[in-house]
C-alpha cells in the first residue's frame, strides 16, 4: 500500500467518470435515469515520465510489483500531479502494467495507466486493519460495510478486532482463557470468562476459594486456565435457564500427568445435571466417559481415542468430542467448565489446563472440520 513514488510527469490526461446509470425509455418516448448509488466509477489517468533516470524507472517498476499489479491500491503523493486528482474517499489501481521505453543509456521514457475505485478495507498481513493509507476507524461507515460471514464485522455498538479470524460457522458458546478481554482476573484467578460466541452462556464465580488460576503464557506462550492437580474442584459455571444444544465440542487441553485422579474429572458439562455426562474423565480409568460423547480425535487424527486418552494429552492437545450418529446433547441448567455434571462432588475437577473451548450446535462438514482445526491448532502451536 506504499504511495506511488514522488515524481513529477511530464502529462498526465485524466478521463473523468460517473455515478453508474441505468437509462430507461417508456412507451410515450420519456426516459427515465435509474441512479446506482452516488460513487463515481470510471476515472481514468494516464501519467507519463519522460526521459527519467533508470533508478526512477525501477522505481515504478518496484511499485508495480509491490501493488501485485493491479490488486492492492494506493495513493500519490503531493509530488506528483495525481495527488490534486484523487476524489475524496478513493484511491488508486493500476489499469494495465506500466509501459517503458527505452530511449538511449540511463534514459528512459514511462507511461502509467492507473484507474479509480472507492475506498474500502485492505488487509496487510502482520499489521492493523487499514482503510487504503489511512486508519481504520471502528465503527465507521465509508462507502460501504465490512462483513464477515453472517454477522457485520463492525457495527455502532461492537469493537473492531484487528487480525480477528473467524470460524467457518457460528459457535454456540466459545470459551478462550487466553483472551484478556474476555476474562476477568482477580487475584491471579477467574472470577468470569465471557462467551465470545455472543450467545450469553458466560461463566463465572464468586467463590474465590473456587476460582481456577491464571495460567501465564503456559501453552506456547499463550495464556490458559489452571486447574489444581488435588483437593477441592474449581470451577466456572453459569445458571442460564435457556436451552443450550451442542453436537460437537473442541477444546485445547492438557492433563497434568501423575495428577491425582479422582472419579468423573469433568471438562464441560450442564451445570449441576446429574445424567449430563458430557466431557468427563472416565471413574477409576483414564480415559473419557462415553455416556454421550463417545467419539474423540486428537489434534488432526481420525482414530476415535476414548480409552487411556489422559496419558496421550499430557502435552498440549486439540481434541474434538462428537456423538455417533450425529446427535446432539442439550440442557436448561446452564454450564460447567472443569468439573463434573454434579455440584455436589467438589473433588471431581480437572486437573490441568484448558486453553480454549468452542461448541457448535451441528457437527460441521469435513472442509469446515478441517478448517476449525487449523485455526485452532494455529493459533496454539500445536503440530
Known amino acids: 500500500m506504499a504511495q506511488f513514488p514522488a515524481l513529477s510527469p511530464t502529462a498526465a490526461p485524466i478521463t473523468f467518470g460517473a455515478v453508474p446509470v441505468t437509462m430507461a425509455s417508456s412507451l ?22 519522460e526521459n527519467v533516470s533508470e533508478s526512477d524507472f525501477l522505481a515504478i517498476l518496484g511499485h508495480y510489483r509491490d501493488q501485485r499489479g493491479g490488486f492492492d491500491s494506493f495513493g ?17 489501481l493500476y489499469a494495465s502494467p506500466p509501459q517503458v521505453v527505452d530511449e538511449h543509456a540511463n534514459v528512459f521514457t514511462v507511461a502509467c495507466e492507473f484507474k479509480a475505485e472507492p475506498r474500502g478495507l485492505v488487509v496487510a498481513p502482520g499489521d492493523t486493519w487499514r482503510s487504503f493509507f489511512s486508519t481504520f476507524t471502528p465503527g465507521a461507515r465509508s462507502n460501504g460495510i465490512v462483513s464477515a460471514a453472517g454477522v457485520p464485522w463492525v457495527t455502532s455498538s461492537t469493537t473492531f478486532t484487528p487480525g480477528r479470524t473467524d470460524f467457518p460457522l457460528s459457535p454456540v458458546a466459545w470459551f478462550d482463557g487466553s483472551d484478556a478481554t474476555a476474562r476477568t482476573i482477580v487475584s491471579g484467578a477467574f472470577s468470569a470468562l465471557n462467551d465470545k460466541s455472543g450467545n450469553g452462556w458466560n461463566l ?8 481456577p488460576a491464571l495460567a501465564s503464557s503456559a501453552i506456547n506462550g499463550l495464556d490458559a486456565i489452571q486447574w489444581p492437580n488435588s483437593g477441592n474442584a474449581k470451577r466456572l459455571f453459569n445458571t442460564n435457564s435457556a436451552t443450550f444444544t451442542t453436537a460437537v465440542v473442541y477444546a485445547i487441553v492438557q492433563w497434568t500427568d501423575g495428577a491425582t485422579f479422582t472419579d468423573f474429572c469433568g471438562i464441560f458439562n450442564a451445570n449441576d445435571n446429574g445424567s449430563s ?18 467419539t474423540i480425535n486428537i489434534n488432526s487424527g481420525s482414530t476415535n481415542k476414548v480409552n487411556n486418552l489422559l496419558p496421550d494429552i499430557s502435552s498440549p492437545r486439540l481434541i474434538r468430542a462428537t456423538i455417533t450418529g450425529s446427535g446432539t446433547v442439550s440442557t436448561t441448567s ?42 485452532l491448532m494455529t493459533k496454539w502451536g500445536l503440530s
Open 76 to 92: 500519490f503523493s503531493t509530488t506528483t500531479l495525481a495527488a490534486a486528482l484523487t476524489p475524496s474517499g478513493y484511491a488508486w
Open 204 to 211: 463465572a464465580q464468586s467463590d474465590s476459594s473456587l476460582r
Open 334 to 375: 446452564g454450564l460447567a467448565l472443569g468439573m463434573d455434571r454434579n455440584y455436589g462432588y467438589l473433588s471431581r475437577g480437572w486437573h490441568g489446563l484448558i486453553g480454549e473451548l468452542v461448541a457448535f450446535a451441528s457437527v460441521p462438514s469435513a472442509g469446515d472440520d478441517a478448517r476449525i482445526r487449523e485455526i
Open 277 to 294: 455426562y458430557w466431557l468427563i474423565a472416565q471413574g477409576g480409568g483414564t480415559g473419557l466417559n462415553v455416556a454421550t460423547f463417545d
Open 28 to 49: 410515450n418516448g420519456s426516459e427515465s435515469r435509474i441512479r446506482h448509488g452516488t460513487a463515481e466509477i470510471g476515472r481514468r489517468l494516464r501519467l507519463t515520465f
